[in-house]
């Protein structure tokens, strides 16, 4: 039985036939036929945002909870550009995001027509791929293969860009074929410098030889290791082995914090016994990582013993960054319980004895009592332990990183790669659509709430409950931090002024509640995550605090920044 | 490399030159025979292990369908992948 279609129909009707249940949008001129279709879709739940950049990264947080493809849908021209730094973003981060944008119609492409952008242009180096529809013939096919491209092998954003006029043709419907080119996946093969790629399985053995010999072993798990759901597997190779475990800045709740074999955050402001411990490692696994330069620091002087292990869906991203040993090409999951079978059980103490020898107390200070720590245990103690947490960009994102408690796998959300502040409030929006049982904390700083707080009218009109933490410091706190170990405490254009956020609340009936103390916490905390619906709580906290240790870019990681530099301190 | 007839894939190829600033000192595309497939081939000015690396970012590209790097400066075999 065929009927006759108009191509926003069709667009519809594949997204649910890819069993997509949200999309995130806002809507205008280029893809109002999109928008008049919708209704008669009411699987499609429209949500929608205030900015179309909240729409990205709504879909993105909705994408890295879910695991399944993450929708946004914006009109052409200003509305396609602002979802720029969304897919930005979800590029960086690996999250299967499909954009579909509105454009002119086909004759008017190419003669700058209003609200015309190549989107497709724009939008070359920040996606997997993007497509723009010629003819309706190929609308379902298209969205069908993007939201292949974007789950398959390393996830990542794509766009489909329709103009209008091919939402408004109409033709005979037929369902959607299969994708037109499924590419097979990443087929595991080890890929070691200077021979040619042999089979997993010599990889594999390769990787067991060294760890087995190995005296100061380390795994390191990235994003990967969350991305490929390789959590049990993993940590069967860490327990099998006692090899401790680092986790980079995405792979936090890839391995539970508590775990005696837990080690810490690597990187710019990695602990010192985890930095420590990579520049004494012999051996290193790396499983799902890219070895970005945040986690390296200057690679010249990068791990100086250590022969690398990576294992990687990836293969440019073998050697890429660093020099490797054994480069396994292949699903962390997959190649982990192979690795799991092949190693010999074994122990490490002598090298946790070391380790633990590097360990460091706490230097941060802290004028008054409401540190980062109080506020994130209340948080944990509220939630109990059972929120996901997302951050934002700055010096609260460090010590939520390093701080908060993660047992549960694929509890903690930020931008990693892009680092882009305002990501925390749209990306909670995303997470609590994908998890509307569990609780979402948004945590942000002054400075990054500010950039996505309209959103809150998002939360209001769409019964989003998410739960919105301020950390306000009253400066660009990371930038200003900066500013005094690298630029003479000059603090050009840092401190930033706030509104008065619980009022701001008010204005949008959201419960709002300012904390200055930690006695205040468990209460408020306690409350706003009680809350039906959203709520903000401001933290008032230490002003000139700064994130310990750091490495200062493109130094050693042998040679963090420990405390107050003597000439900065004395506030 | 062979790839897709598609403009868009022949702007991803070019935009991984660009960003690695590569220089190319000459490029041919032809129809490869198969249909909706061209042979693309760059001439590059790179050392082995660039090559390698874009060539490896190449083979990564939603389009492209194979990639060889036909000879280094400084390697020995005609073809090496
Ligand atoms: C969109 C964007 N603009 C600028 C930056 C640069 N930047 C990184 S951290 C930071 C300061 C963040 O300040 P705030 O949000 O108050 O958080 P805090 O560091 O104080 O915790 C800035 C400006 C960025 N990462 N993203």
């Known amino acids: ?571 | 490399m062979l790839l897709d007839d598609a403009l868009v894939t022949l702007n991803r190829a070019f935009g991984v030159l660009r960003r690695r600033n590569v220089p190319i000192e000459g490029l041919a595309l032809h129809p490869s025979g198969t249909a909706g497939v061209s042979r693309l081939t760059f001439v590059l000015k790179a050392d082995a292990a660039t090559a390698d690396r874009v060539a490896q970012q190449f083979h990564k590209m939603i389009g492209v369908r194979s990639v060889m790097v036909l000879a280094n400066e400084d390697s020995t075999t005609e073809a090496k992948r």
Request: aromatic letters at 6%; glycine letters at 10%; proline letters at 7%.
């Open chain 1, 1 to 571: 039985m065929s009927e006759m279609l108009s191509g926003a129909e069709i667009l519809c009707r594949a997204l649910v036939d890819a069993g997509v249940e949200v999309i995130f949008g806002y809507p205008g001129g280029a893809i109002m036929p999109f928008y008049h279709a919708l209704p008669d879709h009411p699987q499609l739940r429209h949500i929608l945002v205030r900015h179309e950049q909240a729409a990205a990264h709504a879909a993105d947080g909705y994408a890295r909870a879910s695991g399944r493809v993450g929708v946004c849908v914006a009109t052409s021209g200003p509305g396609a550009t602002n979802l720029v730094t969304g897919l930005a973003a979800a590029h960086m981060d690996n999250s299967p995001v499909v954009a579909i944008t509105g454009q002119v119609s086909r004759p008017m492409i190419g003669r700058d027509a209003f609200q015309e952008t190549d989107i497709i242009g724009i939008t070359l180096p920040i996606t997997k791929q993007n497509y723009q529809v010629q003819d309706v013939t190929e609308l379902a096919d298209v969205v069908a293969e993007a939201m292949a491209v974007a789950l398959e092998g390393r996830p990542g954003p794509v766009l489909i860009d329709v103009p209008k006029d091919v939402q408004n043709q109409k033709i005979e419907w037929h369902p959607p074929q299969k994708p037109r080119h499924p590419r097979a996946g990443a087929r595991g093969q080890s890929l070691t410098p200077g021979a040619s790629p042999g089979s997993l399985e010599d990889g594999v053995r390769a990787a067991a030889r060294l760890i087995k010999g190995a005296e100061r072993p380390l795994i390191m798990a990235g994003h990967g290791v969350i991305l490929a759901e390789a959590y049990a597997e993993v940590q069967a190779l860490a327990e099998k082995t006692g090899i401790p475990v680092i986790t980079t800045l995405l792979g936090i709740s890839g391995f539970p914090d508590g775990h005696a074999l837990h080690l810490g955050m690597p990187g710019m402001h990695g602990e010192v016994h985890v930095n420590r411990a990579i520049q004494h490692a012999d051996v290193i696994i790396g499983i799902g990582l890219r070895f970005d330069d945040r986690v390296t620091g200057n690679t010249a002087s990068f791990a100086p013993q250590a022969r690398i292990i990576h294992i990687e869906l990836d293969r440019a991203e073998i050697g890429k960054n660093v020099p490797v040993a054994v480069g396994i090409v292949g699903d962390a999951r997959d190649v982990t319980r192979r690795l799991v079978a092949a190693v010999e059980p074994r122990r490490c103490e002598r090298w946790l004895e070391h380790i633990r020898g590097f360990v460091r107390p706490r230097t941060e200070a802290f004028r008054g009592d409401l540190s980062p720590e109080t506020i994130l245990a209340s948080i944990y103690e509220a939630s109990h332990g059972e929120c996901t947490i997302v951050t934002d960009v700055g010096q609260h994102q460090m010590w939520v990183a390093k701080l908060y408690r993660y047992e549960r796998p694929n509890t903690h959300i930020t931008s990693g790669g892009l680092g882009a502040m305002g990501f925390a409030v749209p990306a909670a929006m995303g997470v609590h659509l994908a998890r509307p049982n569990g609780t979402v904390w948004a945590i942000s700083g002054d400075g990054g709430f500010q950039m996505n707080m309209a959103e809150m009218a998002t939360m209001v009109q769409e019964g989003l409950p998410v739960k919105m933490a301020v950390f306000n410091n009253g400066y660009l706190g990371m930038v200003r931090q900066w500013q005094q170990f690298f630029h003479e405490k000059r603090y050009s254009c840092t401190p930033i002024w706030s509104p008065d956020y619980v009022k701001l609340a008010a204005a949008y009936g959201i419960p709002g509640y300012r904390v200055k103390q930690a006695s205040e916490l468990a209460d408020v905390v306690g409350r706003a995550n009680a809350e039906a619906g959203p709520a903000l709580v401001e933290f008032v906290i230490e002003q000139e605090a700064n994130v310990y240790p750091m490495i200062p870019p493109g130094g050693s990681l042998s040679e963090p920044i420990e405390a107050e530099p003597a000439a900065a301190a004395g506030h």
